[in-house]
């Protein structure tokens, strides 16, 4: 064998990987990941969507006011506004319904499109 075929064998020797083993003594890197204790939460308010639950939320809000007599105005495209006036029965994640006080129809009424609302105390 020539010198330069000895190098290259050398080289190839020395490329080979040494896998490094677990040591009991080392730390877990998911330690800080560790269950933490139970505590028992309600099961209502956990099913609850936040929008419903946190008060910066208009529908949190609403819920807040069911009951009263409220007027809604709602943006219809880009230029129509349309009034509805009744009792504010229900508030859902994106929808709103209230009982017209002319005609005690229950109407529901997407979230979304409202733009303002009255509550009369």
């Known amino acids: 064998m020539s010198k330069k075929e000895n190098q290259v064998n050398e080289t190839k020797e020395m490329n080979y990987f040494v896998p490094q083993y677990f040591s009991p003594a080392m730390m877990c890197p998911y330690e800080y990941f560790r269950q933490q204790p139970f505590e028992p939460i309600d099961v209502a308010e956990a099913q609850m969507e936040p ?11 609403l819920r807040t006011q069911i009951g009263k007599k409220v007027k809604i105005d709602f943006l219809i495209g880009t230029d129509m506004f349309i009034d ?3 009792i504010l029965l229900e508030v859902g994640i994106s929808y709103v319904v209230i009982r017209e006080i002319a005609t005690n129809f229950k109407v529901m009424c997407d979230l979304y499109s409202i733009k303002f609302v009255s509550i009369y105390e």
């Open 84 to 86: 509805k006036e009744g």
């Open 51 to 61: 929008t419903l639950k946190d008060i910066g939320y208009t529908q949190a809000y």
